[in-house]
């Protein structure tokens, strides 16, 4: 890791080197498994190409979904029923577009080249769509060769920070491999008065939503609100997908439940993570759960003192503390927990708009490209640090052929698109990090995988980030780190010294055996000192494989995560 953050230093980046996940054979763990269904004796999970007819794939992709939420959605209790779920699911880094690109390329960051969410207005190319251009990621994104391989494919919703368009500026290029590219522009934040994209030919085509008037009725401005419309996108794609004989891609990816992004909501009153009206009253307006329920109980680690998380240098000693800002107040905290559980239910109904519409021949996916924290570990509101709030997310995929129950396999979000590969018949591309999960789908007991591995870039080397109007500057004060998670345990190395040219590495190492948060930094604890070394060997391990772009993943690289 030294080396690469002294050959970026002149770009003030500090980069975080990783490598690729494991192939080959995997084990039967010996976890708790509900017992197979009828349905699943006749499973088939052959390569696609061998099938009559190749499935189709719709993917749900949520916009800061933290899993304190699964408990207020009926689609996921559904999912969860009808399919395969895997709890010990992470993201590459809690960052959108960081997360995204991953999503897209089956890569870390350091291989896309997608540090930060922003470039600086342009002045950088560490961050958002800029750097995903510039390195060449629209070309190596799956839904290329999905497309290439006769798949319809489509894009609605939110697509990557800085891919947008405002009036009196040109619309940004055509991103390749999409059939139908429905992008919804980032003033959909705010839920009202938005401008999304059509693809005519090989041009973009732009379509205006303007907001009702205040004066308008509740029902009026639900029409016009982002959730929906990009519901109906989806929907319209959908119906012509199932009545068409080529298969289909689709990938849908609303706002909810993201905050707002300027000072002023749309309408009066509108709350920082604004709703449909139709979700702003009544006992279930948070869905499953009576919006009297959730509190502060429903965010694990609110409260907890801080002062026993320090970072820790190599030796033991304590280290710079970074957490310093300001915790976010419990009613506020929960304030803003029920707003993102009324905020979500039109995702919700979104979801199950989908399973009920798309046939038999076709595996649904529900994820998130990061989490979020309300007050945990002593800290305000946003994401980006190494804890379960931030990079745990949901996966649930339901499908020709998949087996309900929990997986123990431990996933991250670069798993999916050789996943998507291999379903449509392709053999997943050597430059992907990820492997595919199809194996676990049909074999719920299977795990190959236990341990992922984080990546995140200090963000004050580029700034203007979406969410710091509400956020203020904690974003910036989260160090740059590598991490390491396996199903029970986190050991994320901090780069504690934000000069450049300069290091200084600080370690916090949590167990989750007993806990389920991060409660005190063990790093230094004797009882521990077997499993931080483990996990410190696949760290250094991981500084080693610095594949980028186009390069082959080493069998010794994906071996890490077994």
């Known amino acids: 890791m030294k080396h690469f953050k002294a050959a970026l230093a002149g770009l003030g980046l500090l980069a975080l080197v990783a490598c690729g996940a494991p192939g080959g054979t995997g084990t039967v763990d010996d976890g708790p498994v509900p017992p197979p269904t009828t349905s699943s004796a006749s499973v088939d999970l052959r390569p696609a190409a061998s099938q009559a007819k190749r499935p189709n794939i719709v993917v749900v992709m949520l916009d800061d979904f933290s899993t304190d939420l699964v408990q207020t959605m009926r689609s996921v209790q559904r999912m969860r029923k009808a399919g395969a779920s895997y709890p010990h699911s992470f993201v590459t ?200 329920k959730l509190t502060t109980a429903d965010l694990p680690g609110f409260g907890d003192p801080r002062k026993d998380n320090r970072p820790r240098l190599a030796d033991g000693t304590r280290a710079r503390a970074w957490n310093t800002t300001r915790t976010l107040p419990a009613p506020v905290a929960v304030r803003d927990l029920r707003d993102r559980a009324r905020m979500v239910r039109s995702a919700d109904r979104l979801v199950t708009r989908i399973l009920r519409t798309v046939g038999p021949n076709t595996y649904v996916v529900l994820t998130s490209d990061n ?135 600080g370690y916090e190492f949590y167990s989750y055996a007993r806990d389920r948060y991060e409660r005190r930094n063990a790093f230094a604890s004797p009882r521990r000192q077997g499993e931080v070394a483990e996990l410190m060997a696949r760290l250094k391990a991981f500084d080693g494989c610095t594949e980028t772009g186009d390069e082959q993943v080493s069998d010794a690289c994906r071996a890490l995560r077994q």
């Open 93 to 292: 880094d809690s960052l959108c577009c960081v997360s995204r690109s991953s999503f897209f390329t089956g890569q870390y960051p350091h291989q896309t080249g997608v540090h930060t969410n922003t470039s600086n207005q342009g002045t950088s190319t560490l961050g958002g769509w800029r750097a995903y251009d510039v390195n060449g990621n629209p070309e190596r994104a799956f839904n290329v060769r999905l497309q290439e391989a006769g798949y319809t494919t489509g894009f609605v919703g939110k697509f990557l920070n800085e891919y947008e368009w405002s009036p009196g500026r040109a619309l940004p290029p055509v991103v390749p491999g999409w059939s139908t590219f429905n992008t919804v522009f980032g003033s959909a934040y705010d839920g009202w008065d938005f401008a999304s994209t059509s693809l005519a030919g090989q041009r973009l085509r732009l379509t205006q939503h303007p907001a009702p008037p205040a004066s308008a009725s509740d029902a009026a401005k639900d029409r016009a609100y982002a959730g929906t419309v990009i519901g109906d996108l989806a929907m319209d794609f959908l119906r012509s997908g199932e009545a068409s004989d080529a298969p289909y891609f689709l990938e849908v990816a609303p706002y909810a439940p993201h905050n707002r992004v300027n000072q002023q909501g749309h309408y009066a009153d509108d709350p920082l993570f604004p709703p449909m009206f139709r979700d702003r009253s009544g006992p279930r307006s948070c869905g499953r759960v009576a919006c009297r």
């Open 371 to 505: 989490g979020f924290h309300l007050g945990q570990q002593g800290m305000g509101r946003g994401k980006g640090t190494p804890y379960d709030t931030d990079v745990r997310v949901p996966l649930l995929v339901t499908g020709p052929g998949v087996v309900p129950g929990k997986r123990r396999e431990v996933t991250s979000n670069i798993d999916l698109a050789p996943t998507f590969e291999e379903l449509a018949g392709l053999a997943p591309a050597p430059l992907r990090s990820g492997v595919s999960l199809v194996p676990t789908l049909s074999q719920p007991r299977l795990v190959r995988h236990r341990y992922a591995f984080l990546e995140h870039t200090q963000q004050t080397l580029t700034g203007s980030d979406p969410d710091a109007a509400f956020s203020g500057t904690e974003l910036d004060r989260i160090p740059s780190f590598t991490a390491v998670r396996s199903r029970s345990a986190l050991l994320a190395r901090f780069d504690l010294d934000p000069r450049r040219g300069k290091v200084t590495w």
